[in-house]
């Protein structure tokens, strides 16, 4: 088999006014979106970031993989490492690390690998986890990931979401109830690092109230200083699954675990084998947030799982805004790990567009793997179309802008992390 043809395609889809460390996420979310056609006419999908860099890379790479056998994963590989070139040393920090210029070739790779092995299951006809070493659960957890947010966006470009303003402790106990109820989700992540890390600690004690029994995490992208998250582990220890984040650097986080005897976990300070090493000399992070778009793919994701099994350090999932191409390959990746054992993140209940001719379910909690090949997703073309459209329109290249848009609501607001 042969590939015929490749498309990229730059798509918008709308973004709620959530908060994070760095500040509110901006109107539009962007995605790139892969297809990988082959000459049997099946195609494989992919999805990764949008941001201009990426795309542009990721445009360099397409156009020179027809002609490609799908299931030469290694020839993908040489055409990556031909055309990006990624010089920079890993040891940055940043609360999005897949966009960062150091991970320009592992995630151009990851977002072609995924749509290669896409196409090689339906080619087969074998649902992906089955490609990827069979599947070892059906059901794959995730966790509500909640968040403060605005109720709406600066200039209203769109009608309002229906969740409104979550700021209180009672508007973010009701926002879990909803995702709750809605989604059957059996477990509890808080985006902190935005308001006042005492109120977001309240916040976490009210959950444990309101849900007992679910576990809970927080995570505020290390934008706590080591007093701040000193005096949080004190309130919260007694009900954290993991702590995500607290402070900048591993030394720290090391510190954290050695005083609080909590697990630590990251998507920050172990992004790539190289830090995966220093991690386990010092024990920074206990638990590693495994992400295929930016460790390289998801057979990369495997081999983390490998070596964290070996190493004795649990993995859980990480997660941006995105839509369900990208649920879809985590999901299948997740179905496959033996040892992923925590309830992955995602963002997919916060958004309502589309590329796909259905949404993806999630119920009790999780999504199904069921027996459809490759990824069991078809792109539906005239949403793609539309959100495509909508890409172009906003005007928008980059969604790292947060902490300018923030000033709109807070003029006096700092970028300065940690800011607590
Ligand atoms: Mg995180």
């Known amino acids: 088999m042969k590939i ?45 970031y949008g941001d201009l860099p990426i795309l542009n890379n990721l445009r360099k790479v397409s156009g020179r993989l027809a002609g490609m056998n799908p299931f030469d994963i290694n020839g993908l590989r040489t055409v990556v490492d031909e055309e990006i070139r990624t010089d920079l040393a890993p040891g940055f920090e940043n609360l999005n690390p897949g966009t960062h210029a150091a991970k320009a070739g592992a995630n151009t790779f990851g977002a072609f690998e995924t749509a290669f092995l ?115 582990a004190e309130r919260l220890n007694h009900v954290l699954e993991y702590y995500e984040d607290p402070v900048p650097k591993l030394e720290a986080m090391a510190q954290l675990h050695k005083v609080t005897g909590l697990p630590m976990a990251t998507n920050m300070v172990v992004t790539s084998m190289a830090e995966f090493r220093e991690n386990v000399g010092i024990d920074g992070a206990q638990v590693v947030l495994s992400d295929h778009h930016f460790w390289g793919g998801l057979l990369a994701t495997r081999q983390l799982a490998a070596m964290c099994d070996t190493f004795g350090k649990g993995v859980s999932m990480h997660s941006n805004s995105h839509l369900g191409i990208s649920l879809m390959a985590m999901t299948h990746v997740a179905a496959s790990i033996p040892n992923l054992t925590y309830a992955c993140d995602t963002h997919y209940p916060w958004n309502n567009e589309e590329v796909l001719t259905r949404r993806i379910e999630i119920k009790n ?31 928008l290249t980059s969604t790292s802008a947060q902490g300018d848009y923030m000033r709109r609501w807070q003029p006096d607001f700092s970028s300065k992390q940690p800011r607590y």
């Open 118 to 232: 896409d196409l090689q299951a339906r080619s087969i006809g074998v649902p992906l986890a089955t490609l990827l070493g069979g599947i070892v659960r059906r059901e794959v957890p995730y966790s509500a990931y909640l968040f403060f947010k605005y109720a709406e966006h600066q200039d209203a470009p769109y009608d309002a979401d229906d969740w409104g303003e979550i700021m209180s402790v009672e508007a973010l106990v009701a926002s879990a109830r909803r995702m709750v109820d809605r989604f059957g989700f059996k477990s509890l992540k808080l985006k902190a690092g935005a308001l006042e890390p005492m109120h977001e600690a309240d916040c976490i004690l009210a959950l444990s109230k309101a849900f007992p029994g679910l576990p809970l995490r927080i995570d505020p992208n290390a934008n706590w200083s080591m007093p701040t998250a000193l005096k949080v």
């Open 365 to 395: 909690g999780s999504v199904a793997v069921n027996d459809t090949p490759g990824l069991g997703i078809e792109i539906d073309r005239s949403a793609l179309n539309r959100l495509h459209r909508q890409y172009l329109e906003c005007g």
């Open 4 to 48: 015929k043809e490749v498309r990229v395609t730059p798509i918008a889809f709308k973004d709620p006014p959530v908060l994070n460390a760095t500040g509110v996420h901006l109107p539009y979310a962007l995605r790139s979106i892969i297809e990988v056609e082959g000459d049997n006419g099946l195609v494989g999908l992919g999805e990764t």
